[in-house]
């Protein structure tokens, strides 16, 4: 990495000094020779990898391509979080690690959980620099560190904080975020949160691979960085937009959403039910793109649209059990008048129809069986997110004696979870 040190002018604060520093670190000089050593060793890390497929593909586009964050965010207005979720001993940790931080070279180590629980020391961490971060194990954070995260997915948010006497701090947050975590709770489940991340669900415990292991303990020496490094070092935004264009010429995007609405037989409108997916998905294939032209190794992202589809429905599928369960026991309860009350307000069902009418008014007694405070339209939102029959469930806000009301209306019997 050829830096002057002659325009002091430029190196002028010591977080400059430090980036300067890191960047030092973080590159090496490769042969030709050695590139393809390098690539070949690559391809077969890989091969080895135990994980699905695409959720390694997806991984390793969406850290490749994610130091161009505020790229994204200039031109799709996202560049979505990305989190690994689930099964204990799924190997979430160790393989994005190796992609987000020893790939990188520039942090010695990921951060814990327990710096995402305070939000301001989260704040510090996610204003550092635009290569990614993980955080591991995600778990009992402060609403304020989604929140945080949540906007630093969709703008660099240039708030300014002041300090003492007149300074003021600004901190751009714009880190690229990955995160793993056993369970995520609720953290991520609203529409809002769900529409800017990608999130992977682990099934599968992994087996213990000590040749997979040596592997990686080789490649993180070679500081991979340089290779990217090499192919992008005085990349503009027209060379982006170039990578984007290259990248969507080699996938039929529309062709991809048409086989995956004819799939649910016409019950799914992507950009409609799923808004942003389209642009994840292009950023997805940018950074495969990418990686093919700075590695040499392609990535065939098969299933990857599906997936980012199929996660999306996961994370809601529990909550619209939870939801049917309470109307379910609220019919219990209403023809059985003997039974202590469930409750307050009287869930309206049509037996015929088998049609719940859901009012503002029923989502107190939701409130106490579910442990959510949710208003009507949200609770609509999230619920058509876990369908797969979008036209099971309808809003409608019609005015009734002069009165606006809140109506979802639920047709029970045909509802259909996951896919
Ligand atoms: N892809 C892999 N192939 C082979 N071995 C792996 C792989 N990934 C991880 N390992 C090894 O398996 C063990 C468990 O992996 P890891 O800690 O990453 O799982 P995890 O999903 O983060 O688990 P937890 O939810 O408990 O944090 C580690 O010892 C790791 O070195
Ligand atoms: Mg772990």
Same mark, same amino acid.
């Given at each position: 990495?050829?830096?002057?040190?002659?325009?002091?002018?430029?190196?002028?604060?010591?977080?400059?000094?430090?980036?300067?520093?890191?960047?030092?670190?973080?590159?090496?000089?490769?042969?030709?020779?050695?590139?393809?050593?390098?690539?070949?060793?690559?391809?077969?890390?890989?091969?080895?990898?135990?994980?699905?497929?695409?959720?390694?593909?997806?991984?390793?586009?969406?850290?490749?391509?994610?130091?161009?964050?505020?790229?994204?965010?200039?031109?799709?207005?996202?560049?979505?979080?990305?989190?690994?979720? %689930?099964?204990?001993? %799924?190997?979430?940790?160790?393989?994005?690690?190796?992609?987000?931080?020893?790939?990188?070279?520039?942090?010695?180590?990921?951060?814990?959980?327990?710096?995402?629980?305070?939000?301001?020391?989260?704040?510090?961490?996610?204003?550092?620099?635009?290569?990614?971060?993980?955080?591991?194990?995600?778990?009992?954070?402060?609403?304020?560190?989604?929140?945080?995260?949540?906007?630093?997915?969709?703008?660099?948010?240039?708030?300014?904080?002041?300090?003492?006497?007149?300074?003021?701090?600004?901190?751009?947050?714009?880190?690229?975020?990955?995160?793993?975590?056993?369970?995520?709770?609720?953290?991520?489940?609203?529409?809002?949160?769900?529409?800017?991340?990608?999130?992977?669900?682990?099934?599968?415990?992994?087996?213990?691979?000590?040749?997979?292991?040596?592997?990686?303990?080789?490649?993180?020496?070679?500081?991979?960085?340089?290779?990217?490094?090499?192919?992008?070092?005085?990349?503009?935004?027209?060379?982006?937009?170039?990578?984007?264009?290259?990248?969507?010429?080699?996938?039929?995007?529309?062709?991809?959403?048409?086989?995956?609405?004819?799939?649910?037989?016409?019950?799914?409108?992507?950009?409609?039910?799923?808004?942003?997916?389209?642009?994840?998905?292009?950023?997805?294939?940018?950074?495969?793109?990418?990686?093919?032209?700075?590695?040499?190794?392609?990535?065939?992202?098969?299933?990857?649209?599906?997936?980012?589809?199929?996660?999306?429905?996961?994370?809601?599928?529990?909550?619209?059990?939870?939801?049917?369960?309470?109307?379910?026991?609220?019919?219990?309860?209403?023809?059985?008048?003997?039974?202590?009350?469930?409750?307050?307000?009287?869930?309206?069902?049509?037996?015929?129809?088998?049609?719940?009418?859901?009012?503002?008014?029923?989502?107190?007694?939701?409130?106490?069986?579910?442990?959510?405070?949710?208003?009507?339209?949200?609770?609509?939102?999230?619920?058509?997110?876990?369908?797969?029959?979008?036209?099971?469930?309808?809003?409608?806000?019609?005015?009734?004696?002069?009165?606006?009301?809140?109506?979802?209306?639920?047709?029970?019997?045909?509802?259909?979870?996951?896919?």
């Amino acid at each position: 990495m050829k830096m002057s040190r002659d325009y002091s002018i430029m190196w002028i604060t010591d977080e400059q000094r430090k980036v300067l520093k890191r960047g030092e670190k973080m590159y090496k000089k490769h042969s030709q020779k050695k590139k393809e050593e390098i690539t070949k060793k690559l391809i077969r890390f890989i091969k080895m990898t135990q994980m699905p497929r695409e959720y390694l593909d997806i991984l390793i586009s969406w850290s490749i391509i994610s130091p161009f964050k505020l790229y994204f965010i200039k031109k799709f207005g996202l560049f979505p979080v990305l989190i690994l979720e %689930g099964e204990r001993n %799924g190997g979430k940790s160790t393989t994005a690690n190796f992609w987000t931080t020893d790939f990188y070279g520039h942090y010695k180590e990921h951060c814990s959980g327990m710096t995402a629980s305070s939000w301001r020391r989260f704040e510090d961490m996610i204003t550092a620099s635009t290569f990614p971060r993980m955080i591991d194990d995600f778990e009992n954070v402060d609403k304020r560190t989604v929140n945080l995260i949540k906007e630093s997915c969709t703008s660099k948010s240039d708030w300014s904080r002041k300090t003492s006497g007149k300074d003021q701090l600004y901190k751009p947050k714009v880190t690229p975020l990955c995160i793993t975590s056993q369970d995520l709770g609720d953290n991520f489940s609203d529409t809002a949160n769900l529409s800017r991340a990608i999130i992977l669900d682990f099934k599968e415990s992994i087996k213990r691979d000590p040749e997979w292991m040596k592997l990686r303990d080789e490649l993180k020496k070679e500081k991979l960085f340089s290779l990217l490094y090499d192919y992008t070092k005085d990349w503009k935004d027209k060379d982006l937009d170039e990578l984007v264009k290259k990248a969507n010429e080699t996938i039929d995007i529309d062709k991809i959403i048409k086989r995956v609405e004819e799939n649910s037989r016409g019950m799914l409108n992507v950009d409609k039910h799923y808004p942003r997916i389209r642009e994840i998905y292009q950023i997805l294939t940018t950074g495969a793109y990418l990686f093919r032209e700075a590695f040499g190794i392609k990535l065939s992202l098969k299933n990857v649209f599906e997936t980012l589809v199929s996660s999306r429905r996961n994370v809601t599928e529990e909550f619209l059990t939870q939801f049917l369960a309470f109307c379910n026991m609220a019919k219990d309860y209403d023809v059985d008048y003997n039974r202590k009350k469930f409750l307050s307000i009287e869930l309206e069902w049509d037996i015929k129809k088998d049609i719940f009418y859901f009012t503002q008014a029923n989502l107190r007694d939701y409130k106490d069986f579910a442990n959510t405070k949710i208003k009507l339209k949200p609770l609509y939102d999230k619920l058509i997110e876990a369908l797969t029959d979008k036209t099971l469930i309808k809003y409608a806000n019609p005015r009734i004696e002069g009165r606006r009301q809140q109506w979802l209306m639920v047709i029970k019997d045909k509802l259909i979870i996951g896919s």
